[in-house]
């Protein structure tokens, strides 16, 4: 299994950017499906956005326009773009491959507060 370590969660005001990373300990494929979603305390985990070699990119309706998924496949390196953030961005992001049976990050926080 491969392990996923993300970086970049805060503390930003409304309207402010963030950029999260997402570093694999072992190369992933370009076939595999990668992706960023995240969880708000008393809710659901949800897709926030995927990217994969064959599909490209898909995006939650609410983060169209202003998130932007990419990967590195050089570095192993997922990465979200969060432009315009909001207040019901704040949660805690995961990062996630299905390459090897499925790995999932620890999680890193990201909190939009005035």
């Known amino acids: 299994q491969v392990q996923l370590v993300e970086s970049g969660g805060g503390l930003v005001q409304p309207g402010g950017s963030l950029r999260l990373s997402c570093t694999a300990s072992g190369r992933i494929p370009t076939f595999a499906v990668n992706g960023w979603y995240r969880q708000a305390p008393g809710k659901q985990r949800e897709l926030v956005a995927q990217i994969s070699a064959a599909a490209g990119t898909r995006y939650a309706d609410s983060v169209k326009g202003r998130f932007i998924i990419s990967k590195d496949y050089t570095k192993d390196t997922l990465y979200l773009q969060m432009d315009n953030l909001k207040f019901e961005d704040t949660a805690v992001y995961y990062c996630?491959?299905?390459?090897?049976?499925?790995?999932w990050g620890q999680g890193t926080q990201v909190t939009i507060s005035s």
């Open positions: 996630y491959t299905n390459f090897a049976g499925g790995s």
